[in-house]
Nanobody
Framework: QVQLVESGGGLVQAGDSLRLSCAASGRTFSGYYMSWFRQAPGKEREFVATITWTVGSTYYADSVKGRFTISRDTAKNMVYLQMNSLKPEDTAVYYC?????????????????WGQGTQVTVSS
């Protein structure tokens, strides 16, 4: 049974930084994409960033490129999202997700496993 557990959310001011963590368990994730999505109130869940478990290749949404960095620690089965220069529009619940695939997938509906989410609130 795959489990993804996020942590690290909180309330910060614009310009601050946060690091989100996702603890992954239940299987080996070789061949998987590990991703972060976010969902603001009244909006659809949107792609933020993804990383391949084995090689570590990354891809980002344009809205976070240059500010956010996704990484993984395969020895600890952890995925991270370092968020710098946070803006009020980054306020959302952030979810960790995974999918076994050979290509980048930006659509939430294509992902097999999800965490429970962690709230990030950025005040202006």
């Amino acid at each position: 049974q795959v489990q993804l557990v996020e942590s690290g959310g909180g309330l910060v001011q614009a310009g601050d930084s946060l690091r989100l963590s996702c603890a992954a368990s239940g299987r080996t994730f070789s061949g998987y994409y590990m991703s972060w999505f976010r969902q603001a109130p009244g909006k659809e869940r949107e792609f933020v960033a993804t990383i391949t478990w084995t090689v570590g290749s990354t891809y980002y949404a344009d809205s976070v490129k240059g500010r956010f960095t996704i990484s993984r620690d395969t020895a600890k089965n952890m995925v991270y999202l370092q968020m710098n220069s946070l803006k009020p529009e980054d306020t959302a619940v952030y979810y960790c997700a995974s999918r076994r695939t050979v290509a980048v997938s930006l659509e939430a509906a294509r992902y097999d496993y999800w965490g429970q989410g962690t709230q990030v609130t950025v005040s202006s």
